[in-house]
């Protein structure tokens, strides 16, 4: 009787090559900060596979190296012209409440609402929204999403337990911090009264 083994590294232990979000992220301001504009080029040839798209699907270990080529894809979009490299901060829902200009942001922007609409709405990785979400951030000047927690929200995106599409809405409508310390001051305040 032959005894059959899995492959080195696979298994019960997980996969042979894990992903590492981090690591994509400090390859990708690394780019930036070195000035490696050829590769950062290379990286928003969406349509063409790249050595540069190669080597950011290495963090994405076995399971996930089309998703890390496109979040690299993404990072490369923002970081177009720009000198200091962005590690971002926030969900994309967070991300999405700054795009918009003086007449409103977020939840009182009509665009970064209908934006946000299309995004949370898709069952698939919605790239091309995610896109326009990222060209939009760059137009208005706001920071990006943590490009670490986007890589590590679209690994689960259909996971139900995890529900990002849910808690990207959520962020994305929440009020501001000072707004909400006024609104329970003033709730507060009623509760008090006789």
Known sequence: MTEHNPPAGTGPEGPRFPHDSAALTAWLTTLVRNREYGTLAELRRARVRTNAHIRAGWYGGDDH??????????????????????????????????????????????????LLDRV???????????????????????????????????????????????????????????????LHESTMRKDTTP
């Open 65 to 114: 190296r089309d998703l890390f080529e496109q979040v690299a894809f993404l990072f490369a979009l923002y970081h177009q012209g720009r000198p200091v490299p962005s590690y971002g901060h926030g969900s994309l829902g967070a991300a999405a409440r700054r795009i918009g200009d003086g007449t409103g942001r977020g939840p009182d922007n009509p665009g970064a609402q209908r």
């Open 120 to 182: 949370v709405a898709s069952r698939r990785i919605p790239w091309r929204h995610l896109q326009h979400a990222v060209t939009r951030l760059r137009s208005c000047e706001q920071p990006p999403p943590s490009w670490t927690g986007l890589a590590e929200d679209l690994i689960k995106w259909n996971d139900r337990k995890a529900r990002i599409a849910y808690q990207w809405s959520v962020e994305f409508h929440t009020p501001p911090t000072r707004d909400r310390e006024a």
